[in-house]
């Protein structure tokens, strides 16, 4: 198929082209003008299309597919952990003890000094692959320092740890209650915070250990070092699913200064930007690159925490524990209200809902929403959605909505989870991708960067085998395809973003934004896939990451 074009500026041929067009699922050459693709098809026609100034570039066997669509992460807050302490354990790190973790703390104290209210940041501790097999507290953070305040950022970014100086700044005390929606751990027998902070009660440490990251740093800096790392990942288009105070106008700087070298859609966090104020942002389309998609609201917290909310008990109760499933972190009539106020003034809108009961409020939201305010296109992102049950499915499909799933879970906490969190039969469903793909609806799959690598390969072999770090499958009933898994990763991933008419597949008159892989991931092993390497990643016709 062409364009009415006459003249192609580049042409890609000799190696598989996989289009993701249902229509034409292959083809042998794609030629491309001023950033967009004017044909894709047959070798000799579209070698017709060149002229003198033409471009042909020898593909050599290796495999272009459509540039890979961030569904879901938080590229800010990703450019601000590069700026931390790193505290990741194995596979992703080397933290594997509370003593390892405060011997990085003390290494960066003395490399760079703080003063008495800057705050020192590690970020990405993961409890559960802590040879102690808890938390850190206050007292562990206190032997590093006490002179300044030290925030510990757990990977799930539901949870942080604070010092004695941190928790005086804050003001938080054995007086202080729990504030709606979140918790001050306390020591046993008494009042004492412990120094961990759950969901809400953390909101106000982490907006001061955020400001002190990049006190000392240029932001847009850190914004580039996290856009390189997406680029050379695939990715041509990413996201910030949880804009802070100052993130909006960070990018629409970057934006109008041109460093901005692939697609930014950003999502307002509703504890910060009401929908009114969002609306005034928001635009269907880039510029420079940069746009606000919608509004964000957060429903509850993370697994491995133990903060999401489940309609059932979590399969090990704690000491002190009975009948323990969460909480919800927003009231249902202000969920209610929120989601109202979006469909009001037709403004898209993600949920974050990880837990099963978290889900029952956004779908009784939904309906009210639905209710007071129809509309024609709603596109509802759900995002998360680690234990959807097949009743909750059924009420899915009579709302406009698209899911993603935080895949990664199943390889990194598949074992956990069985073990610990939801049990052997929740976790057979961690994730019930297939069941939603059943149902025909929207799902797409994503790492949700700074809770887990960036790297969407990964996530495609994760979702294809079930497979966790103790190599068993677990869930092997909600495993899709290889070309449903690459589908989730590009053109399913346009239309959550409502981006189809220009993204996501090999079509004339679509962006030429590509990604050129060293093999073809439908031809090979499906183990294999996480070994793919990104050769080449293509942004509008332009190459924005080509490996050394």
């Known amino acids: ?65 459509p540039g890979f669509i961030d569904s879901h992460s938080h590229m800010v807050i990703s450019s601000r952990k590069l700026a931390s302490v790193a505290m990741e354990s ?18 960066e104290l003395a490399r760079a000094p703080r003063r008495d209210d800057e705050w020192l940041v590690g970020w990405g501790y993961d409890h559960s692959g802590l040879a102690e097999g808890r938390h850190p507290d206050r007292d562990d953070l206190d032997q590093v320092a006490t002179d300044i305040p030290i925030f510990l950022y757990h990977y799930s970014c539901h949870q942080a740890v604070v010092n004695s100086r941190g928790l005086e700044i804050l003001g938080i005390d054995a007086d202080m209650p729990d504030p709606e929606g979140g918790v001050i751990a306390r020591k046993p027998g008494g009042q004492e915070p412990t120094g961990l902070l759950e969901e809400t009660a953390m909101v106000s440490a982490n907006l001061l250990a955020m400001r002190s990251l990049v006190e000392h740093a240029d932001p847009m ?58 609306i005034e942002l928001y635009r269907p389309d880039y510029d420079n690159h940069f746009r606000v998609g919608g509004l964000k609201l957060l429903l509850d917290g993370g697994s491995p925490g133990r903060t999401a909310y489940l309609r059932d008990p979590y399969h090990k109760q704690l000491p002190g524990e009975e ?26 809108l993600i949920i974050h809902a990880l837990g099963d009961a978290a889900l029952d409020q956004c779908i009784a939201a939904l309906n009210v929403g639905q ?38 879970h199943n390889y990194y906490f598949g074992d956990f989870h069985e073990e610990q969190i939801y049990g052997p039969a929740r976790t057979a469903r961690l994730n019930p991708i297939a069941s939603a793909l059943a149902r025909g609806l929207s799902a797409t799959i994503h790492h949700d960067s700074p809770v ?50 220009r993204k996501g597949s090999l079509a004339v008159g679509k962006l030429a934004d590509f990604v050129l892989l060293d093999r073809n991931p439908l031809d090979i092993d499906p183990v294999e896939i996480k070994d793919i390497r990104v050769l080449e990643t293509i942004k509008e016709g332009r190459t924005i990451y080509r490996a050394g």
Not at 16 to 31: F, H, K, R
Not at 237 to 259: I, K
Not at 263 to 269: G, I, L, M, S, Y
Request: overall charge negative.
């Open 221 to 278: 800096a850190l914004v580039e070092n996290a856009i390189d790392t997406y680029a050379a990942k695939g990715f041509t288009t990413v996201s910030e699913c949880s804009a802070r105070p100052g993130d909006v106008p960070l990018l629409q700087e970057m934006a109008q200064a041109g460093r901005l070298k692939l697609d930014v859609v950003a999502f307002p966090f509703y504890a910060f930007t009401p929908p009114e104020e969002v």
């Open 371 to 408: 209710y007071v305010a129809p509309g024609p296109d709603r596109r509802t992102q759900l995002i998360h959605l680690q234990q959807v049950q097949e009743d909750q499915y059924d009420r899915l499909r009579d709302l406009d909505v698209t899911l993603t799933f935080q895949v990664a």
């Open 1 to 65: 198929m062409t364009s009415n074009s006459s003249q192609a500026q580049v042409i890609y041929r000799n190696g598989s082209i996989l289009t993701m067009e249902d229509s034409q699922p292959t083809a042998e050459a794609v030629a491309v003008t001023d950033g967009v693709i004017l044909a894709v098809g047959d070798d000799v026609d579209v070698m017709n299309l060149r002229g003198a100034g033409t471009e042909t570039i020898d593909l050599a066997g290796a495999t272009l597919l």
């Open 452 to 501: 887990h690598p960036i790297d969407q390969l990964f996530l495609i072999w994760t979702v294809v085998n079930r497979l966790t770090r103790s190599d068993r499958v677990i869930g092997e009933g909600q495993r899709i395809s290889v070309l449903e898994a690459l589908k989730a990763s590009t053109v399913d991933a346009a239309y959550q973003w409502r981006e189809e008419d």
């Open 323 to 348: 009948g323990y499933r969460g909480y919800a972190r927003v009231a249902q009539a202000e969920i209610n209200d929120i989601v109202a106020r979006c469909f009001k003034c037709d403004l898209p």
């Open 90 to 107: 194995p596979p992703i790190g080397g933290i594997t003890s509370i003593a390892g973790m405060q011997a990085a703390l003390r290494a």
